[in-house]
């Protein structure tokens, strides 16, 4: 298996491995696997191993985004980019110690979570106006890409647009980077699991259930939601996030239950109807594991 040799030699071979992901970095639309080959090595060599990998891949994914973009003249644009890559390297980095460590996902989830709301309050603590920024920055985009496309003047649809998502732009960007962060670590524990333990990997994400904690503070942010709180609207993404990764776990869980060859036909129905019913359908999946939660419906529906 071809897979299985290249692992091999990036595991055996450290700097020829380094020097690899530091170029396939700076390679657009192939510069992905750089990351992959650093969560990689800190999920099978560790802190250190997966720090080295992990900046390599970052510096290429950074010089490779100046190089071939500096040039737009949308600076928001380019630096956003840059930050949001950069930071959801450092966060795979950091959530593929803690899966190292022998963290549960359940757990990781929720760390996550608790941090990207932190991130959120610490925001709106630091600039309560926060809002109005955005409703500066995102109008300058569309204004850019009216010019782009020949328009000159902003309809009221899209002045109604900017002013609703102002509200939760900022929670919008930290959910973004933490779902980058946790993609890139899902599919760097695929490729350790192929390696070393085929099926590993979807035992362990069929089975996420968060705690009761979990829950109380989410159904009070939902109230504190319909109070109008605007902090807590802005921190909805990140939540939402989170219940919703969890409510997967247990759509995916139930759907294997049968055992049934056309599995996979369901599984991709189910995901047509969640993105064509966005957002309902994200929500009535978070409900889903929020009453997971009390529940255990994995307790109640044992496989057979």
Known sequence: ??????????????????????????????G??????????????????????????????????????????????????ISIGVLS??????FAVMLFRKTSWGVLLQIAALSGVLIVSLVHLAYPDVANWW?????????????????TVMSGEQH????????YATGLIVAAILFNAMLQL????????????PGKLRNELQNIRLTPLAGVLFVVSIILLYWGNSVVLDMMPVLYLLFMIAGLSLVHYLFRLGHSSLTW?????????????????????????LLDIWLDVRRRFKRV
């Open 135 to 151: 409703v500066l920055k995102l109008g300058e985009l569309q204004q850019a890409a009216d010019a782009l496309s020949q328009g």
């Open 186 to 197: 899902v599919v760097g524990r695929w490729w350790q699991a192929l390696i070393f333990s």
């Open 32 to 81: 992905l696997l750089g990351i992959l080959i650093a969560a990689l090595m800190t999920l099978v060599k560790g802190i250190f191993e997966g720090a080295l990998f992990t900046i390599a891949a970052t510096l290429g994914y950074v010089l490779s985004f100046y190089v071939f973009s500096h040039h737009d003249g949308n600076v928001l644009v380019t630096w956003t980019a």
């Open 1 to 30: 298996m071809w897979l299985k040799r290249f692992s091999y030699y990036l595991l055996g071979n450290r700097w020829q491995a380094l020097l690899l992901t530091f170029v396939v970095s700076c390679i657009p639309f192939i």
């Open 265 to 289: 036909f369901w599984l991709l129905l189910f995901y047509v109807v969640l993105v064509i019913s966005m957002p309902v359908g994200v929500m009535l999946v978070a409900m889903f594991a």
């Open 160 to 167: 109604d647009v900017i002013n609703i998502t102002k509200q």
């Open 89 to 94: 390297n450092v966060l795979t980095w950091f």
